[in-house]
């Protein structure tokens, strides 16, 4: 505080030349010898506090101010037009709605404020979490654990139901949610919400992998979309090797092999091509050292990594990925539906109006996987709000709402009647040919300890991706060991 | 103070003399009472906590488990996870280069900002810079700097020849590197600032008398200057080998672990294991072995620090 009230009292002076501060100088003006340098030179604990109101206070006060700013803005009532406090204050539910950040802001503005149209009593708030799927699981599981009765409604990825329904976070919803209303949804999405025969959550969309390609580099050099991984390779290398002169720095393929979830995602497209899967069908037995994960991992590595993908792919999540893609940079790209809205955005894309979407490919033997993916709603066990927070459900998950996201934000919907929509298909003309593929993802292992297994996944494929010489089998043999451990102790215990 | 001063040496034990000593022993922890609570609610208590947990298994994913007393369980699989290996091995590595690099470095920025020149009071603002921004944004931005597209080191490196950009963070030496690289220039001028306090309490008289006895700069340097820094270049080393030890950030917003492990440091795997996964009892083990690696280091150091500065007296 001493060094706050100096500077106002004399602004621009050095610490040490203050008359006032006895300590530095003593009174009777002759500096003794021992404390020479001491008094002679500013103390820097002076100087750190004279700088610190000359020029850090001011932005120490903006800094403030802007951290006060964000934590107002990030928790701000969405409710459009009516007031809190000018309606019916008492009466009013507040929901509150942890979300991540979402890629179209103002397609969700929109939705809510017709959510609070048609429900004046009830308000609704945002708390936006962070928009990568582990970090957002990070923070909300944090409020879980900590019981904190805030928290109405989240959002769940799909790997999270078990998870969420074996601790107790998530509420049931057998009752709200029965078999008859489940129908209207694709099947593959209502078995993500489900843990142990009953439902937990409510599918807000469908996601799968998908192969996106230049309709106009595959046409210029006569090739149909590839049917199967070596197929890509050896186009993707041909259309590089020609286009050289023109484009130098186009490569063949884009997609997420950076050490994180989406990792995941990737290389069980590619083993489940390749005749294998990550954990074994017997559960609670795993995989990966069988020779089919065993040629998927060295195709990725050698095939895609060396020869025609940039090695860059070991830091790429999905926008840095696409960005490359939307920049005209690679041939081919793998990633989730949103994709199509954003490579065919004029303004965020070079290459709009020039690709086209195909199944992920497939090899000799084995048909093309595409991993599951998708977001569910789910109402805390705690809230207080559940009847509320059903509602807010009903209405998000609702044909008009899931068509308003599928137009404005390229969510393909989980309701399977909107796939026969003129005006949707219009929008997005592949979705006809693309249902069967969303319909048949692969779901990615079904465990409480998802996490932990997922963390073990990442480090063996990314270690397989990053280091040439890595003893596959040896680092798979030890992977799965610590997978059928984790997997043995839940087993255990129920 | 309202107790009149009281001469220990000769008061006699008895009577109102002991009282009153007894009285102001009394006033004395009441007067530290409030630290004394604060260090124990929010140092101690969450360190006994740690400790307690880490004997338990506790997953929250797996309820059904509850929450029972292990031993040392956690402690056996810490020895055999090859995760905790590789960690501790990339962790040390850390602390080592950085640790070295920053004193270093942090000793050549305190003898410049020490000396006597025209705008003194600008460059040592400007050294400080680094250390003032979050180490969030640090990392973004060298993040960005090492950006295999768009990042300024392969634009310094390679300028318009785009072919030959190079995917630095996809590179696990280069990631590893780069991590150590973004701490030393984020906290030197902290190292720095350290040896600065050092360096002005070196009574100057030492460096005339060296002067007029004719020694060369390096002379001085070497004779004066550098044993007599000797305790503050201790203090920070302590202090950035401790800070060193903890670090997360920079991992967690450049390159997740990644790739392969190569950047992975305990106290984001300990950060994966607690706040990811679940497993409390784990994850508290894990922070367990950080703490007692910090601590050990730490006595050996201030152990360092304490001879030093008793030499110092006795001479």
Redo the contacts between chains.
């Keep these: 505080m001493g060094a706050l009230q100096e500077c106002s009292a004399r602004p621009g002076k050095a610490f040490a030349n203050n008359p006032g501060t006895g300590w530095h100088k003593p009174p009777g003006g002759v500096t003794p010898h021992f404390m020479?340098?001491?008094a002679r030179?500013s103390?820097?604990a002076g100087?750190l506090a004279s700088?610190a109101c000359r020029?850090?206070l001011p932005l120490l006060l903006v800094a403030l101010a802007a951290v006060a700013f964000g934590t107002w803005f990030s928790t701000t009532d969405l409710s459009s037009g009516a007031n809190p406090s000018d309606g019916l204050p008492d009466s009013r539910v507040t929901l509150r709605f942890v979300s991540w950040k979402p890629d179209h802001p103002r397609a969700w503005d929109e939705a809510i404020a017709r959510f609070q149209e048609a429900h004046p009593d009830i308000s609704v708030v945002r708390e936006i979490a962070p928009h990568s799927s582990?970090a957002y699981?990070?923070l909300l599981?944090?409020k879980l654990?900590n019981r904190d009765r805030t928290v109405d409604l989240f959002f769940m990825d799909v790997i999270w139901v078990?998870?969420f329904a074996?601790?107790?976070w998530v509420l049931r919803l057998d009752d709200l949610f029965p078999e008859s209303e489940r129908a209207a949804f694709l099947p593959a999405t209502i078995v993500t919400g489900l843990y142990q025969d009953h439902v937990y959550g409510v599918p807000s969309r469908i996601d799968a992998g998908l192969l996106y390609y230049r309709t106009d580099l595959l046409n210029k050099y006569g090739y149909a979309p590839p049917q199967t991984w070596s197929e890509l390779v050896e186009q993707a290398e041909a259309i590089v090797r020609k286009e050289a002169a023109a484009q130098?720095?186009l490569r063949g393929y884009s997609a997420q092999f950076?050490?994180?979830e989406g990792l995941v995602c990737n290389m069980l497209e590619l083993v489940g091509s390749h005749g294998g899967s990550l954990v074994g069908e017997r559960e609670g037995s795993s995989t990966l050292a069988a020779p089919e994960t065993l040629a998927a991992l060295r195709f990725a590595r050698d095939q895609l990594m060396g020869r025609v993908a940039?090695?860059?792919?070991?830091?790429y999540q999905e926008p840095e990925s696409l960005?490359?893609f939307v920049q005209g940079?690679t041939v081919f790209h793998r990633n989730w539906p949103y994709a199509w809205e954003v490579v065919n955005n004029r303004e965020r894309s070079k290459i709009a109006g020039l690709v086209g979407v195909a199944p992920l490919p497939g090899t000799a033997n084995h048909r093309g996987v595409a991993t599951l993916g998708g977001w569910l709603f789910g109402i805390s066990a705690l809230s207080a709000h559940q009847q509320e927070a059903w509602a807010f459900i009903s209405f998000l998950s609702s044909e008009a709402i899931q068509k308003h996201f599928a137009l404005s934000a390229g969510i393909a919907p989980s309701r399977r009647a909107l796939y026969d929509d003129p005006a949707l298909l219009d929008a997005h003309p592949h979705w006809r040919n693309q249902l069967a593929v969303l319909q048949s993802a692969t779901p990615r292992p079904r465990t409480?300890?998802y996490?932990?297994v997922s963390?073990i996944l990442q480090?063996f494929f990314?270690?397989?991706?990053?280091?040439p010489a890595?003893n596959l089998a040896e680092e798979a043999t030890?992977a799965d060991e610590q997978i059928t451990r984790l997997l043995a102790?839940?087993r255990s215990?129920? | 103070m309202t107790q009149p001063a009281i001469d220990l040496a000769t008061t006699p034990q008895t009577g109102p003399r002991a009282r009153a000593r007894w009285l102001d022993r009394l006033q004395a922890w009441w007067m530290i009472a409030p630290a004394l609570a604060f260090t124990l609610v929010f140092a101690l208590y969450p360190v006994i906590e740690s400790f307690l947990l880490s004997l338990q298994r506790v997953?929250?994913?797996?309820?059904?488990?509850g929450q029972q007393w292990v031993g040392l369980d956690n402690f056996r699989l810490l020895v055999q996870d090859?995760?905790v290996r590789q960690a501790l091995g990339v962790t040390l590595g850390f602390v080592l280069l950085s640790t070295a690099l920053e004193v270093a470095l942090g000793l050549a920025i305190a003898l410049v900002i020490h000396e006597q020149f025209r705008g003194r009071?600008w460059v040592?603002?400007a050294a400080l810079i680094p250390w003032?921004i979050p180490t969030v944004v640090a990392s973004q931005m060298w993040r960005y700097i090492f950006n295999?597209?768009y990042g300024f080191a392969n634009l310094l490196l390679f300028g318009d020849e785009?072919?030959r950009y190079v995917?630095w963070?996809?590179?696990?030496g280069f990631a590893f590197v780069i991590i150590v690289l973004a701490d030393v220039w984020k906290t030197s001028s902290f190292a720095g600032?350290l040896l600065?306090?050092g360096l002005?309490?070196?009574?100057?008289?030492l460096y005339e008398a060296a002067k007029i006895d004719g020694a060369t700069l390096w002379q001085r340097f070497w004779h004066i200057t550098l044993p007599l820094l000797r305790p503050a270049i201790l203090l920070a080393l302590l202090f950035r080998t401790m800070d060193a030890f903890r670090v997360f950030d920079l991992v967690f917003v450049m390159?997740?672990?990644?790739?392969?492990?190569?950047t992975?440091v305990l106290q984001f795997y300990g950060y994966?294991?607690l706040?990811?996964?679940?497993?409390m009892g784990y994850g508290a083990a894990i922070s367990v072995l950080v703490f007692l690696t910090i601590l050990s280091l730490s006595l050996v150091y201030i152990r360092a620090v304490g001879s030093r500065l008793l030499e110092r007296e006795a001479r």
């Design positions: 020479g340098p001491v030179r103390s820097i100087w700088t020029r850090r582990t699981h990070d599981t944090q654990k078990p998870e074996a601790a107790g130098p720095t950076k050490q994180y940039p090695r860059a792919l070991l830091t960005a490359a940079q409480p300890v996490p932990a963390h480090r990314s270690r397989a991706l990053a280091y890595v030890t102790l839940t215990a129920t | 997953f929250l994913a797996v309820p059904s488990l090859p995760v009071g040592r603002a003032a295999d597209q785009v072919a995917p963070l996809a590179s696990p600032l600065l306090a002005q309490v070196i009574p100057h008289e390159t997740q672990g990644g790739p392969g492990d190569a992975q994966k294991t706040f990811t996964e679940g497993r």
